[in-house]
């Protein structure tokens, strides 16, 4: 039988996984440590019981961390104070680069499971040659979420432009609702109107992920690449934010476009999976379209790989940390996580389908991926992603920054990142 129980942590919240009863052997603890939120302490206690079920002899507690820039330099602490928990949540991409991971993290490039993930997601969570990490989830994207019953009754169609965008906005103002959701207490959602626009940073610029990292491309000197700003301050200098937009958190934001109290919320599609385990009656009522660019005919989608687990290379468990990943990365681990996280998109594990009846919102983005109107973010192209983004993009929505300003600020950001990697014409 296991049973749940609360741990104390840093993290506002933690919880544990723990088995009462089994064979006479010895037990192991292996330590899990993932970011907060309903839908991903869900996933993670999911796939707990389910590999205690299948290991008596293992227990498995799971902590949970802060997300932001908070979580981020928890996660670098704890490495460098060889303190990590055997198994830990991070990004995939860029972030993972910054961890120095061929020192730092644990070498899982032969387990077996490794055979049936996709190479677009083992390219995002290796590093000279060798895989670090599995996928937490599936493919995501970056867009608008929308409440189809504010569209509905103002006669409103997704829009395919950001002019379309910005006169839909004007007429949800106009009729005395909140046109955008902002929620700059999470300050790492202030981020989106930024990221989710490379897709068409990279119709306009084909080449700007490439000469990005090689010094050859800036934000402020790009001007596909500056509109991205420049929406965020758009939306603030038109009043179309929420009068709390400063203190409002990613729960709050969530809330606010399921329930009808704001028309949009800029965010990845991971928040249907939260929205499952908060406001599941209000899935229904919620759409998504991609941030939409200057031309209507080059409309395509941002894509997020997966976020990604990894083991420590410090960890005292190193076989069941091993063992766990190749779990969580199988077709039974993936379609547990499934079972109660809703999917974000297409997995990225080979026979791990999607299930017939998915949110109207994960609809709506699969008509991108079919005719391949898609692209991956900046952050798994580059190597380099900027950590004070999230701060910065606070400001410009804020209206303390103006855009142009704050690209070139972004710009040294990456700039000390560059450095910090080694990479070369720094």
């Known amino acids: 039988m296991t049973r749940h129980t609360l741990i104390r942590t840093c993290a506002p919240i933690a919880l ?23 839908d991903s302490m869900a996933a993670a206690e999911a796939l707990a019981k389910a590999y205690e079920a299948k290991h008596p002899d293992v227990t498995v507690e799971i902590e949970a961390r802060p997300g932001g820039s908070e979580g981020d330099n928890l996660i670098k602490t704890r490495l460098a104070t060889s303190e990590m928990p055997d198994v830990f949540l991070y990004n995939s991409g860029s972030l993972m680069q910054a961890l120095k991971p061929e020192t730092a993290l644990l070498d899982i490039s032969d387990l077996p499971s490794q055979a049936g993930v996709a190479k677009d997601f083992k390219d995002v969570v290796s590093a000279g040659g060798k895989v670090y990490g599995v996928p937490f989830g599936t493919t995501m994207a970056g867009g608008i979420f929308y409440n189809k019953d504010i569209y509905r009754e103002l006669g409103l169609s997704p829009p395919k432009t950001w002019a ?17 959701a902002q929620t700059y207490g999470a300050t790492w959602t202030s981020q989106l109107f930024v990221l989710a ?7 306009a610029v084909p080449n700007f992920a490439a000469d990005y990292t090689a010094n050859r491309a800036k934000y402020a000197t790009t001007p596909a ?23 409002a958190t990613y729960e709050d934001g969530l809330a606010m476009v399921a329930t009808g109290q704001a028309a949009h919320y800029p965010m990845l599609s991971f928040a249907v999976g939260a929205l499952k385990q908060t406001n599941p009656d209000d899935l229904k009522n919620l759409g998504f379209f991609s941030q939409p660019g200057d031309d209507a005919a080059q409309n395509g989608l941002t894509v997020w790989m997966p976020m990604a687990l990894f083991a420590p290379a410090t960890t005292p468990n190193k076989e069941v940390a091993r063992d766990f990943l190749d779990f969580v990365a199988s077709v039974e681990g993936c379609k547990v996580g499934m079972s109660v996280n809703t999917v974000q998109g297409p997995s990225v594990v080979q026979g791990c389908d999607l299930p017939a009846d998915v949110p109207p919102a994960i609809s709506d983005m699969l008509p991108y991926f079919k005719e391949g109107r898609t692209a991956p973010a900046l952050e798994f192209l580059s190597p380099i992603k900027g950590p004070s983004l999230e701060q910065i993009t606070v400001e410009v929505g804020s209206g303390m920054r103006a855009p142009a300003e704050a690209a070139a600020l972004y710009d040294e950001d990456v700039r000390k990142q560059a450095k910090q990697l080694g990479l070369p014409n720094w």
């Open 16 to 38: 544990a996984s723990l088995l009462a009863c089994g064979p006479a052997s010895a037990q192991t603890t292996l330590t899990f440590l993932m970011v907060t939120g309903s």
């Open 225 to 247: 690449a500056l509109k991205g700003f420049e929406h965020l301050a758009e939306v603030h200098e038109k009043g179309l934010q929420n009068p709390d937009f400063g203190a």
């Open 197 to 203: 626009d490379f897709y068409n940073v990279q119709k």
């Open 164 to 180: 379309e965008f910005m006169a839909n906005n004007e007429k949800i103002k106009a009729a005395g609702k909140v046109a955008v």
